[in-house]
T-cell receptor
Framework: AQKVTQAQTEISVVEKEDVTLDCVYETRDTTYYLFWYKQPPSGELVFLIRRNSFDEQNEISGRYSWNFQKSTSSFNFTITASQVVDSAVYFCALSRNGGSQGNLIFGKGTKLSVKP | GAVVSQHPSWVICKSGTSVKIECRSLDFQATTMFWYRQFPKQSLMLMATSNEGSKATYEQGVEKDKFLINHASLTLSTLTVTSAHPEDSSFYIC??????????????????FGAGSRLTVL
């Protein structure tokens, strides 16, 4: 069975703190994609990153970084020097049907609150 | 980049009426569109996959007669909630992708979500 687990339901930090959001996935597919999305209070899903199963290089984009480790089936997301605007629900997702990029299984999300 | 427009962004209707939600890909051809549902403070659950010109594939537990999906063109898919009831109140989000170009990392090749439609049934 395919599954995405985001064990942290809610996290609260103070501005400028670093925070890591955990994501653990289960799949039997050899080819798959992993995603992170941000959902602010307005509701729209903002795409953050897509990573395919053959690329284990860590990614850094500004204050955001992702650590993909196939050995532990994890795809964790770190925000450095958090800001109030980072407050949102963050979803980790896994593609179903092997390499298909459209049919996603979402984790339950982690609500991040960044306080000034 | 690829843009998906969803309309209406919010709708309130009376119980028993039908509501149509549109999902349009504005600058690319969407071979496939997906409809998700999100209850308050919960995750997104896939309802159905819609391929242009063919019948939608519904996920287990989703009533196809209640949630009618039409994907008549490469840029438009519609979700109609028929005879809506209060328990259908939810946030409905569509997503679109062009799978004909799979293998190349183009904008349309990446799944793009609409902004969502919040349905409240009184």
């Amino acid at each position: 069975a395919q599954k995405v687990t985001q064990a942290q339901t809610e996290i609260s930090v103070v501005e400028k703190e670093d925070v890591t959001l955990d994501c653990v996935y289960e799949t039997r597919d050899t080819t798959y994609y992993l995603f992170w999305y941000k959902q602010p209070p307005s509701g729209e899903l903002v795409f953050l990153i897509r990573r395919n199963s053959f690329d284990e290089q860590n990614e850094i984009s500004g204050r955001y970084s992702w650590n993909f480790q196939k050995s532990t089936s994890s795809f964790n997301f770190t925000i450095t020097a958090s800001q109030v605007v980072d407050s949102a629900v963050y979803f980790c997702a896994l593609s179903r049907n092997g390499g298909s990029q459209g049919n996603l299984i979402f984790g339950k999300g982690t609500k991040l609150s960044v306080k000034p | 980049g690829a843009v998906v427009s969803q309309h209406p962004s919010w709708v309130i209707c009376k119980s028993g009426t039908s509501v149509k939600i549109e999902c349009r890909s504005l600058d690319f051809q969407a071979t496939t569109m997906f409809w998700y549902r999100q209850f308050p403070k919960q995750s997104l659950m896939l309802m159905a996959t819609s391929n242009e010109g063919s019948k939608a594939t519904y996920e287990q537990g989703v009533e196809k007669d209640k949630f009618l999906i039409n994907h008549a063109s490469l840029t438009l898919s519609t979700l109609t909630v028929t005879s809506a009831h209060p328990e259908d109140s939810s946030f409905y989000i569509c997503s679109a992708i062009n799978l004909r170009g799979a293998g190349t990392f183009s904008g349309a090749n990446v799944l793009t979500f609409g902004a969502g439609s919040r349905l409240t049934v009184l």
